[in-house]
């Protein structure tokens, strides 16, 4: 399967603990998005990497959060202190961005976390 | 700033019947407007895009989608629904930027 990949699927932990959570893009796509979703809502952004760089945060992402994508492949998302309101489902996509064109996000099957 | 509205929480429609799912959004100048699905426990799929252009699109599974710039509009659409295309439908935006902003989501059902 060549789609994006997320890892772990599942996370349980209990609250004042830190977690990461990896996504693994498309090979060939240069951007790679963070999102949240909780239940019965739509994605929200939370921040993207064009290659290796990280060009905008939502401000959603408090200082707990931080995200890498250090050689421009994978991305890692770390949520330290988790706190119960952060149990949501953890989304990345990836997209292949050339000049002049708007980029289809391709997502990920998602990690669900619960914060204990 | 930007936003999609999806009016309908729920819609229900007959097998066979045509289906129409929602979408009205707001950006300033001119939109990129998305479909996706989400089946329980996946990721989200892409269906269609409006870019430019015709303002039907045509995309996977039969769906297709109207872009109506008066209306600020992008209803999704498909002839003869299926009990397989129930699941959930999320409608998308991006202005010129690069920020998506996704809509709360229409549950379809479609009956047997």
């Known amino acids: 399967d060549t789609g994006v990949s997320q890892d772990p699927r599942h996370k349980i932990t209990k609250r004042g603990q830190n977690v990461t959570f990896r996504c693994d893009p498309i090979?060939?796509?240069?951007?790679l998005y963070w999102y949240r979703q909780t239940l019965g809502q739509g994605p929200e952004f939370l921040t993207y990497f064009q290659n290796e760089a990280q060009l905008e945060k939502s401000r959603l992402l408090s200082d707990r959060f931080s995200a890498e994508r250090p050689k421009g492949s994978f991305s890692t998302l770390e949520i330290q202190r988790t706190e119960q309101g952060d149990s949501a489902m953890y989304l990345c996509?990836?997209?292949?961005?050339?000049?002049?064109?708007?980029?289809?996000?391709?997502f990920g099957p998602g990690t669900r976390l619960t914060v204990l | 700033a930007q936003s999609v509205a999806q009016p309908e929480d729920q819609v229900n429609v007959a097998e066979g019947n045509p289906l129409t799912v929602k979408c009205t959004y707001s950006v300033s100048g001119n939109p990129y407007l998305f479909w996706y699905v989400q089946y329980p426990n996946r990721g989200l799929q892409f269906l269609l895009k409006y870019i430019t252009g015709d303002n039907l699109v045509k995309g996977s599974y039969g769906f297709e989608a109207e872009f109506n710039k008066s209306q600020t509009s992008f209803h999704l659409k498909k002839p003869s629904a299926l009990v397989s295309d129930s699941a959930l439908y999320f409608c998308a935006v991006r202005d010129r930027g690069q920020n998506f902003v996704f809509g709360p989501g229409t549950r379809l059902s479609v009956l047997p």
């Open positions: 090979s060939e796509h240069n951007r």
């Open positions: 996509a990836s997209s292949l961005v050339t000049s002049g064109q708007a980029d289809t996000q391709y």
